[in-house]
């Protein structure tokens, strides 16, 4: 069984948009054990709409679209359907009554264009749409001698994610065979694909019915497994077997073998140990408070910190000695270890971690950071070990890029140490 | 002329990754008075993507491939495209010479799987790639009587993005009409959509030769006009008069009349008038100080400031009482009004700006915040006017949504004040 996913919007076709809602509906799919052969962006224009209904006809069991079924003259993929199906549309007097009452809730008389919502493909059930005036459709049918199931959903997520889970993937359940699909997800920070590969394609390459993806980015590398078998325990069982195999192998790379992210693994490790943890951010100006922060109960874990992005907060709120800044600048060893020591004692915390470096554009025009290479980062951790631990970095990229390596690095540093 | 673009790579129908190259090619596309009519996205299999390039070479004048031009057995897609087109690949010697340099360079022999990278489409220029094994490939073809272009480019950005630059673009533009193409684009924050639409369809609908995209999202609306003339001059002028009749309609709601975000805008003004700022942050953790520090050469303006997320810190960093937070709970507007003085006190900063609120997903569980409402969020800015300013504000969504409407809301109250 293979799916093509058709996205009908010209927006999606401007530098601006991507198609998201294909990524869950994927998954979703992916779930039932269909794969997703083809996706397509087409504008609203019913020559190109239809031509690409009728090409993934052709070619796909399932074809599912997305957006083009609101009021106005763009929305054109019930029309575009029907006639790649050379089937009718027919207007139905229940959802109607529906658009009218809609309007009439709201004190206004339905614009007659609205009509066409209540247009439906010859054969194909409604779908009600909780959180919108345009209802799903779901039609079962032949292409020829073909057997075709087509599904239409409204565009904004709110509106399809809603209706794919709670109507179309049973439908399509009850369809196909069972299958039961398990994944599991073993995440690495600031290792090279390229040796995660070559140590764990050996291993890998002995599961042929597990689908390993891996994946790279965001300082990260990602291996994705999944495996669908008749029974959920044994696609549970290879799964977790091809997983532990290369966690065995990656030893302590792997940070989370559940699919956390790195800046719960930490706060889950310092909970555990009953400790609390601030921050003192230059160079990345709050990344690095701002991803703790955003796991929900860091708050049992995390105090807070300050942004000191002058010399004079470095001192005033993390007690840098002014000497110790004008002797060795704010980009250096020295000042990553005051800073991280000073947080830590002035908030009280078990844990203090500080970052201080050249983000760029542009380096340190005058004093004595004059002359360090953009992308030079020191970070620091005090109270882990008798000795606080200080780490010199050399990062590339652009702002950007160095100041999310730079909070990965500051992660990954706690976390070793809590190992 | 229309375009379409068929990204090559099974990676792309899994649920983890979208195609972001077609957003930069539409871009570059659009610039020549291109419009981008289709995009797709084909697994590694052979038919699927001869395919998908037949189709496509049936309906759109210039096909843009992206991806599956490596060395391994997946990468496709000269393959595909020679079979679409009819056409013979004919390997090129002095690519094979490349390609064996590129591995003596590394002290490696070229593993025999290689070779078809230098496989050419008949009658295709080959588009040398600085930083990769994979040239690009350009042929300018007839597909029975109608004129072709076909263009294949390597996958990763780094590579695709030069080579389009450099060497398929100029080739475009030498076979296009003369077009230049001007954009502008008007951003306003924290106004609903509909409202701007309702205000300023009435003004660009009068401009047909203009296209306009509006885009909601991130607590933000995007006005987006472009025009294509034959003469610079004149396709500015049209962009710039809507623009300004848009800009005239609703006046200090936009905030960035060239592009500029949020952030940017609020520390050009602050720097104008000699002004700085610190951040003093419960709810958003950090996220409102890493918006204004990515932005280049905040530092001129922005010193700092404290992440508080126990009410300790906000006593000990920010000077609040700790029977203010006691009496009225940290979620509070006198805590706000007091982060927001502390802060600029405690920095020496002309304007301080607090925010603290209920984030979610769980609400206070005890003290004197118990009760309050998830979304409940109080905004404070210090410094600007006779008097503290604080604003209540109701949120709803999740806890990344609310922490980024917040900070919406704190930049654009510390912008309004500054009109």
């Not at 004595?368 to 882990?384: C, E």
Request: proline share 5%.
């Amino acid at each position: 069984m293979i799916a093509e996913i058709i996205a009908a919007g010209s927006e999606m076709l401007t530098p601006h948009r991507l198609d998201t809602n294909s990524l869950f509906m994927t998954e979703q799919l992916n779930d039932l054990g269909v794969s997703v052969a083809f996706k397509s962006v087409v504008g609203d224009s019913l020559d190109h709409l239809t031509s690409a209904a009728r090409v993934a006809l052709s070619r796909a069991d399932i074809v599912l679209f997305s957006g083009g079924l609101g009021p106005t003259r763009d929305d054109l993929t019930r029309e575009a359907v029907a006639a790649a199906l050379t089937i009718e549309l027919e207007r139905r007097e229940d959802l109607m009554v529906m658009l009218r009452e809609r309007y009439a809730a709201r004190g206004i008389v339905m614009p007659p264009n609205n009509a066409q919502q209540a247009d439906v493909l010859s054969g194909a059930e409604v779908l009600p749409n909780p959180n919108g005036s345009a209802v799903g459709q779901y039609l079962v049918t032949f292409l020829g001698h073909l057997p075709r199931i087509v599904v239409l959903l409204p565009g904004p997520p709110k509106e399809l994610k809603p209706l794919f889970t709670d109507e179309v993937k049973p439908r399509l359940a009850a369809r196909l065979p069972s299958s039961h699909l398990r994944r599991r997800l073993l995440r690495m920070a600031l290792i090279p694909e390229s040796q995660v590969d070559a140590r764990c394609a050996p291993i890998y390459e002995q599961y042929p019915d597990v689908e390993t993806t891996i994946l790279a980015g965001s300082a990260e590398i990602q291996l994705h497994f999944v495996s669908a078998k008749p029974s959920a325990d044994e696609a549970q069982a290879r799964v977790d077997d091809v997983a532990g195999r290369v966690e065995a192998e990656m030893d302590d790379a792997v940070f989370s073998a559940q699919g956390e992210s790195l800046e719960e693994i930490v706060l889950l490790h310092l909970g555990m140990r009953g400790l609390t943890l601030a921050t003192v951010e230059s160079c990345t100006g709050g990344l690095l408070a701002e991803r703790i922060t955003a796991t929900p109960g860091c708050s049992r874990t995390f105090l807070g910190g300050a942004v000191t992005y002058t010399d004079a907060l470095k001192t005033s709120m993390a007690d840098v000695p002014a000497s110790l800044l004008a002797e060795h600048g704010a980009v250096s060893e020295p000042v990553a270890r005051a800073l991280a020591e000073g947080i830590r004692h002035r908030t009280g915390a078990s844990v203090g971690v500080s970052t201080t470096g050249l983000a760029g554009p542009a380096g340190a025009s005058s004093g004595p950071d004059q002359g360090k290479p953009v992308g030079r980062v020191y970070i620091a951790v005090a109270g882990l070990g008798a000795q606080t631990e200080v780490r010199e970095l050399t990062l590339t990229g652009d702002r950007e890029r160095i100041r999310l390596w730079t909070t990965q690095h500051a992660l990954e540093l706690i976390r070793r140490l809590l190992l």
